[in-house]
């Protein structure tokens, strides 16, 4: 299965049943992934940590509220192992009329298609978030 699939379906679940936090296993993507939506306002609070009797890191994500209706709507992984999108930066549009973004895997690291527009930089289409 695709870990970062994984993870976006993991947090949307939880913001649609008004769950205030998920912890998901660690990778570095995932938290370059998470960071990006704490950016757009989307996740409040983004934190590694390893408990005391476990092998592995894991990453706490506390989901943004407004007014007790998440701020999250959709979240959708548009690269997939089986076929993956990328896009220049001409091609980086508004997503939703300018209430949402793309996140891209660029040369740079993984950043939103707003920082990726400005820094003219195209990539790999990860997801939409709206």
């Known amino acids: 299965m695709d870990p970062i699939a994984n993870m976006l379906s993991t947090i949307k ?28 306002g989307f996740l409040t609070n983004v934190k590694v940590f390893k408990e005391k009797d476990t092998v592995g890191k894991s990453i706490r994500l506390d989901i943004a509220y407004d007014n007790g209706s998440p701020r999250l709507t959709e979240l959708k992984r548009v690269s997939k192992p089986g076929r993956r999108v990328y896009k220049g930066y001409a091609e ?10 793309m996140v ?16 003219k930089l195209g990539g790999e289409v990860l997801c939409l978030v709206y």
């Not at 679940?13 to 950016?39: C, H, Q, R, W, Y």
């Not at 980086?92 to 973004?101: A, D, F, M």
Request: glycine fraction near 12%; avoid cysteine; aromatic fraction near 4%.
């Open 92 to 101: 980086l549009r508004p997503v939703v009329g300018g209430l949402g973004y």
């Open 13 to 40: 679940n939880a913001s649609m049943s008004g769950k205030t936090s998920v912890v998901v296993p660690f990778s570095m993507e995932k938290e370059k992934i998470a960071v990006a939506l704490k950016d757009g």
């Open 104 to 119: 891209l895997s660029t040369s740079r690291g993984v950043m939103t298609s707003l920082e990726a527009r400005k820094k």
